[in-house]
T-cell receptor, first 112, second 113 residues
Framework: SQQGEEDPQALSIQEGENATMNCSYKTSINNLQWYRQNSGRGLVHLIL?????REKHSGRLRVTLDTSKKSSSLLITASRAADTASYFCATDRGSTLGRLYFGRGTQLTVWP | NAGVTQTPKFQVLKTGQSMTLQCAQD?????MYWYRQDPGMGLRLIYY???????DKGEVPNGYNVSRLNKREFSLRLESAAPSQTSVYFCASSPRTDTQKLFFGSGTQLSVL
């Protein structure tokens, strides 16, 4: 079963706009991660947020985590055409054994 | 610095054939993983190896076997391929299990006819 559930499944915006993607999960976690996948490529790690953190920034990325609601959001500010990709959240379900459980992803399209 | 290298990139098999997917990493990582990605399903963990000499089942291990040949290499074997194993397979590595930040290869597109 999928641990993370991203919402929306697809998002289409214009360059310069902000893109917000959400992720919900069902179990306790140690941390939550976001990954990007360009078409036909492997996943690339974007950012990790620990369960005791509420917000984290990395460049144009902002991630929030609400453990009481078991949800996270990824905000990409001032989107560019190069941000077009699928974005996945992943959680560890509270394990430290290194297993990550991925959601189905959000397909982001940024139009020039 | 190649990172995680997977071979082959594409493969077509007939039902019942066997094959091995190869994965190697040059980052001196302890942990390695095999995932499959199906349309609309995200990634699902097949097997993982927390360290050299150990392997464990993930979410969907049936029909697969793995070998952690050494610290660098982690192979995935399909003994008798089935159409349900048509998928894109990704190998990943991590410095250690509690870091959990994964570095992915570029994938193997496998079709079983």
């Amino acid at each position: 079963s999928q641990q993370g559930e991203e919402d929306p499944q697809a998002l289409s915006i214009q360059e310069g706009e902000n893109a917000t993607m959400n992720c919900s999960y069902k179990t306790s976690i140690n941390n939550l991660q976001w990954y990007r996948q360009n078409s036909g490529r492997g996943l690339v790690h974007l950012i990790l947020i620990r369960s005791n953190e509420r917000e984290k920034h990395s460049g144009r990325l902002r991630v929030t985590l609400d453990t009481s609601k078991k949800s996270s959001s990824l905000l990409i500010t001032a989107s560019r055409a190069a941000d077009t990709a699928s974005y996945f959240c992943a959680t560890d379900r509270g394990s430290t054994l290194g297993r990550l459980y991925f959601g189905r992803g959000t397909q982001l399209t940024v139009w020039p | 610095n190649a990172g995680v290298t997977q071979t082959p990139k594409f493969q077509v098999l007939k039902t019942g054939q066997s094959m091995t997917l190869q994965c190697a990493q040059d980052m001196n990582h302890n942990s390695m993983y095999w995932y499959r990605q199906d349309p609309g399903m995200g990634l699902r963990l097949i097997y993982y190896s927390a360290s050299e000499g150990t392997t464990d089942k993930g979410e969907v291990p049936n029909g697969y076997n793995v070998s952690r040949l050494n610290k660098r290499e982690f192979s995935l074997r399909l003994e008798s391929a089935a159409p349900s194993q048509t998928s894109v397979y990704f190998c990943a590595s991590s410095p250690r299990t509690d870091t959990q930040k994964l570095f992915f290869g570029s994938g193997t597109q496998l079709s079983v006819l």
